[in-house]
């Protein structure tokens, strides 16, 4: 139970009054001469049932009577609220507040949309329950703002939605930091989220270090998490995939591959009606969707031959969430994807130009360039795409040109050489060669994402396939994409804000591996990471909101999109944005869609140990997150003041009763 | 009246004046000495007929009825009803539990008025007067004596009487059954604590031998309620072990005791025939002796 007045708990123990006096009273006996024993005697004999339960029923309710006046005074609180605020106020209150555009969902009621829903009942909770200072983290959660409570209040229901996805542990990180740098006292974390999978990542390793990070605090830190965790069954959200322009025989035209995904749980034949604007001009077509997706490969839309360069947006009806149900996109002409292989052994990459050079697919330029170490000065870095360095890990001037490369978004692929070195690039290096006659195949990979990912169709890539006859390991700090039976990873990643540097423990060369001889995987391989790396040459092209941006976003300028967004959080909120000589779609994030939600045992494991509660609740409710129930106890005790008053009663006499009137003035004649 | 003039307590000569006026009957024949006011189990000279009886040889000639023979050809001899005078013992229970009473008078002091006034109205009317005090045996006793000088010797013997000890009433009524002459008037006085069921062979044995018996039950008012607000530590006046309670917690379970003791003895004394009076001492006790002696007048003339 939490009380806003605590303190008159202290007098609980009054509870006890009842019994005191009862006692007190049992020691202020009389002493009497009787004659009647043997009525006494009779009567101590007889069973104590109802007189003895209704001695008890009187005890009790003057008992509850005084309980429920003290409990009254102290102005409980009620709803989920049990362990928040049970020794009194808190010196800080930290709001954890989730942006993403999954909480843009609403409920089946009028009163608006999780995120608003929550805003409000965190104010109306901050009013109930006060705290001196205020710290609201939110949105990509790493500057925390701490204000006093009144403008908090006023601030609170302002924050607004963005179409980046949250990065919780990244926000109670903040928290802890902001907390540990300020000696915070006693300190309660709020937390409202819709608790999807993609914002709080609980297979984080952050998660571990942020656990003991709280517990390692001196004061008890207290976490409520009011979650939004209801899906809207219904709810679609579109996304394109691809907005490619093609020319014709007399004109040109523009292909739009998009998906729209229905959310888990919805089933049924629909209708759905898109619309695309170009330019200005609007175009409809409607698809009929029966399963949880729905791919629309290449829809041509017309274009101005003159029109090389543009960007456009397709929309769907509203629906539950309309933070999904838009998505803008950017196109032009597309930018030649010119591959840099350093190598030593110009012959033995032959396999890696081969998958380089090959297009996917007719209108693209796909090239590949072969240079040892000594010729990498005379490379025009800022039109590289991918690199695949098969050479000793490069030092010093070789590196930071890499750097650079993957900074702007570029990539890196690095195979092991002949001779691996002692050298170091991004925290990892290779061991030794080691044969494996057993030749390993490989046993795990993640095919939900990065360059093993599935298919379009939701078909895996056959990587279980290749066999690794000889292994160079890759040791450091890198994220394992695919290992092989017995443990040894073959391919892994460094984690980098943009751009992509990849590890591959063995080559293409067939006395190494099967890559080259089972191609696909490593083709696709290639072909993925070289379209991410030209991503950032292009100069219109799609971004995830919230992810780093190689330019500053301030500069940027809006050209079509959500205009409550301020310039310094461009990169947060969907829309086109124009910088430079670039134009930028920005959009939620693709794990945005059909995020599953983190199941209530998972998350409850994510907080083991510290002092945590949870608080369900529907988008759109009205009701507060907490209230004083005082009305309640003091309604409990009139209720035991009345009860009392009934058990006290004197009993009626029996009107046949031997012992009255008509005994006392009649004479019993035989 | 008192040839001492000694005053008694227990003695109003206002309220002895008033129930001059009420004669005491006895509700059976009762066999007494000398000639009174109450029916006699034998034919005597009183001038109420009784009936016709044959003539046997050695009756009395003068008792011939001559018309009849006349009538009938056949002796019968006219025989009338004889009246006599009985023998009240008045049995005053002196156990601890008499002491008892509301602030104004106790139990025993009510039995003590009681015992004087039927007494003093049995002497007036040539019967005899005899008592017994009862405790847990018979602690004093004087016989039925019809003198008046006798019955200042009872009066003494009342004044005398002193609260104490337990209840024995069962066994000395049993031994006063015995030892009482048969057809006399038994009066008891008491509280009757004792099992309802223990009276009833004493009850029966008394009819048995033909004993007119009438019973005062002497209750408080404040025995039968147990009014009491505050926890008591009750203290047993015939000595036996005190009792702590708290009297609203065990009210209810106590009239309810008192309640099936009063019905078991209201059972008893119906089936024993005894002339039963409850009797709450915060009553004038004239009235309960008027009461007493209409109802006897009432239920008089069975022989």
Redesign the interface.
């Known amino acids: 139970m939490n009380f806003l007045q605590p303190l008159l708990l202290v007098a609980l123990p009054l509870v006890s009054l009842p019994i005191v006096i009862h006692l007190i009273n049992q020691r202020r006996y009389q002493t009497v001469r009787w004659a009647a024993m043997m009525f006494l005697l009779a009567a101590t004999r007889m069973s104590r049932g109802y007189a003895r339960l209704r001695q008890w029923l009187i005890m009790a309710a003057r008992m509850a009577a005084i309980a429920g006046l003290i409990f009254a005074a102290s102005r409980p609180l009620a709803q989920g609220w049990l362990g928040l605020a049970a020794g009194g106020r808190t010196d800080t209150t930290i709001l954890v507040i989730d942006r993403s555009p999954s909480m843009e969902q609403e409920g089946a009621a009028a009163g608006g949309t999780k995120r608003e829903t929550g805003l409000r009942r965190l104010k109306s909770a901050l009013e109930t329950v006060g705290s001196p200072k205020v710290v609201i983290i939110d949105g990509d959660g790493t500057k925390p703002i701490a204000i006093e409570l009144s403008k908090a209040l006023a601030a609170i229901t302002e924050i607004g939605p963005t179409s980046a996805s949250s990065d919780m542990p990244a926000m109670l990180q903040s928290a802890h930091d902001y907390i540990k740098a300020n000696q915070a006292g006693r300190t309660d974390i709020w937390i409202c989220s819709d608790v999807r999978a993609n914002d709080w990542n609980p297979s984080d390793a952050r998660w571990q270090a942020i656990h003991e990070g709280y517990q390692a605090f001196p004061n008890t830190v207290r976490f409520l998490l009011v979650a939004y965790a209801a899906p809207a069954p219904e709810n679609l959200s579109v996304r394109v995939s691809e907005a490619r322009r093609h020319v014709t025989g007399d004109g040109a035209e523009l292909l739009v591959s998009l998906r729209i995904t229905r959310e888990e749980g919805g089933d049924g034949r629909i209708n759905v009606p898109l619309q695309f604007e170009i330019a200005g001009a609007r175009s409809e077509t409607a698809i009929e969707m029966t399963g949880p997706h729905y791919d629309l490969k290449d829809y041509r839309i017309p274009l101005d031959k003159t029109r090389e360069r543009g960007w456009g947006k397709v929309s769907i009806p509203a629906d539950a969430n309309r933070a999904d149900n838009e998505f803008y996109f950017a196109f032009g002409p597309p930018v030649a994807r010119r591959t840099l292989i350093v190598t030593e052994d110009p012959q033995a990459s032959r396999p890696l130009q081969l998958a380089a050079e090959v297009t996917p697919e007719p209108g693209l330029t796909c090239t590949a360039e072969i240079v040892d170490l000594g010729q990498l000065s005379s490379v025009d870095w800022s039109i590289v795409s991918l690199v695949l360095w098969q050479a000793p890990l490069p030092e010093e001037e070789e590196a930071e040109r890499l750097r650079a490369l993957v900074a702007r978004g570029g990539q890196v692929i690095f195979f092991p050489p002949k001779t691996p070195g002692n050298a170091t690039t991004f925290g990892v290096h290779w061991t030794s060669w080691r044969d494996d006659p057993n030749q390993a195949a490989v046993e795990n990979w993640r095919g939900d994402q990065d360059l093993l990912m599935h298919t379009n169709s939701g078909a895996a890539l056959p990587v279980g396939q290749i066999k690794v006859r000889r292994i160079c390991a890759a040791e450091g700090t890198a994220t394992p994409l695919a290992t092989l039976r017995g443990g040894a990873t073959l391919l892994s990643r460094v984690a980098t804000d943009l751009g992509g540097v990849y590890f591959c423990s063995t080559t293409a060369a067939p006395s190494d591996s099967s890559l080259a001889t089972d191609g696909v995987v490593f083709y696709v391989m290639i072909q993925r990471a070289l379209r991410a790396g030209t991503g950032s040459l292009e100069k219109n092209r799609d971004v995830s909101a919230g992810l780093p941006q190689s330019d500053n976003p301030e500069q940027w300028k809006r050209l079509a999109g959500a205009s409550e967004a301020i310039s310094t959080e461009y990169a947060l909120h969907r829309g086109v944005y124009e910088s430079g000589d670039k134009v930028l779609a920005v959009n939620r994030p693709a794990a945005e869609d059909a995020a599953p939600v983190v199941s209530d045992d998972r998350v409850a494991s994510l907080f083991r140990g510290l002092d945590f509660s949870r608080v369900d609740d529907k988008a759109g409710g009205a009701g507060s997150l907490i209230h004083e129930i005082w009305r309640m106890f003091l309604i409990f005790m009139i209720i035991a003041m009345i009860m009392e008053a009934a058990l006290c009663l004197p009993r009626r006499q029996n009107q046949a009763s031997p012992i009255s009137a008509p005994m006392r003035r009649e004479s019993v004649v035989a | 009246m008192f040839p001492d003039r000694r005053s008694r307590s227990f003695l109003d000569p206002a309220v002895l004046s008033k129930l001059a006026g009420f004669p005491l009957h006895a509700r059976k024949p009762m066999q007494g000495t000398v000639s009174g006011r109450h029916p006699s189990p034998h034919r005597g000279s009183s001038v109420e007929f009784a009936e016709y009886r044959k003539y046997v040889p050695g009756d009395d000639l003068r008792r011939l009825d001559w018309r009849a023979y006349g009538r009938s050809d056949r002796f019968y001899v006219k025989e009338f009803e004889a009246d006599t005078n009985l023998r009240c013992c008045l049995v005053l229970d002196t156990s ?5 009473g509301a602030p104004k008078i106790s ?1 025993i002091e009510y039995g003590r008025k009681l015992a004087g006034a039927i007494g003093y109205l049995a002497a007036q009317q040539g019967d005899a007067v005899g008592l017994a005090c009862v405790a847990d045996g018979l602690v004093r006793t004087v016989p039925p004596r019809r003198n008046p000088a006798h019955l200042m010797a009872v009066f003494d013997v009342l004044e005398q009487a002193k609260p104490q000890g337990t209840t024995g009433l069962a066994e000395v009524l049993h031994e006063l059954a015995e030892t009482v002459r048969q057809r006399a008037l038994v009066v008891i006085i008491s ?1 009757l ?1 004792v ?1 309802p069921e223990s009276l009833r062979s004493c009850f029966q044995h008394l009819r048995f031998r033909k004993h007119d018996v009438a019973v005062f039950h002497l209750l ?2 404040l ?4 009014n ?1 607000h ?9 000595g ?1 072990p005190a ?4 009297p609203n ?2 009210a ?12 078991n003895l ?1 059972a008893v ?2 089936e ?9 001492i915060d ?1 004038a006790y004239e009235q309960v002796i008027i ?2 002696l209409v ?1 006897r007048t009432t ?1 008089q003339g069975v022989r």
């Open positions: 601890g539990s008499m002491d008892f139990k509280d604590f099992e408080d008012p025995e039968l309620n147990l009491f505050r926890p008591m530590r009750f203290l047993d006046m015939e036996g009792i702590f309670a708290e917690e065990i209810d379970r106590y009239q309810k005791a008192v309640r099936e003791y009063l019905e209201k004394v119906l024993s025939a005894v002339d039963y009076h409850r009797t709450l009553e009461r007493f109802g239920s």
